[in-house]
């Protein structure tokens, strides 16, 4: 088992940073693949970033490309994503989740552990 706890969400205005945290504890060595997933009101969870743990490669959708950054400190089991240069349209509750292998990173359904979020609210 696996637990994800998520921090760091806060409100800021377009343009600026924010860094989330993920804290995992249990067994979140058995796990190769950990991922930031997002959710606007109205709107489908999509993937933003993962990070395949074994290589330490990042994954990202379109529209984090050039501003998040993914990473871990695998020894603090911890998982970060730090977003820059943040829009209006980031407005979303972050998640963070975790599975066996990366694969297609996106496909929220293989993912078997997730926190409960943090709101990350962008103003104009």
């Known amino acids: 088992q696996v637990q994800l706890v998520e921090s760091g969400g806060d409100s800021v205005q377009a343009g600026g940073s924010l860094r989330l945290s993920c804290a995992a504890s249990?067994?979140?060595?058995?796990?190769?693949?950990m991922a930031w997933f997002r959710q606007a009101p109205g709107k489908e969870r999509e993937g933003v970033a993962a990070?395949?743990?074994?290589?330490?490669?990042?994954y990202y959708a379109e529209s984090a490309k050039g501003r998040f950054t993914v990473s871990e400190d695998s020894a603090k089991k911890m998982l970060f994503l730090q977003m820059d240069m943040l829009k209006p349209e980031d407005t979303a509750k972050y998640y963070c989740?975790?599975?066996?292998?990366?694969?297609?990173?996106?496909?929220?359904?293989?993912?078997?552990?997730w926190g409960r979020g943090t709101q990350v609210t962008v103003s104009s």
């Open positions: 989740a975790a599975k066996i292998t990366c694969g297609n990173w996106a496909r929220r359904n293989e993912y078997k552990y």
């Open positions: 249990g067994s979140p060595g058995s796990t190769e693949c």
């Open positions: 990070i395949y743990r074994r290589g330490l490669r990042g």
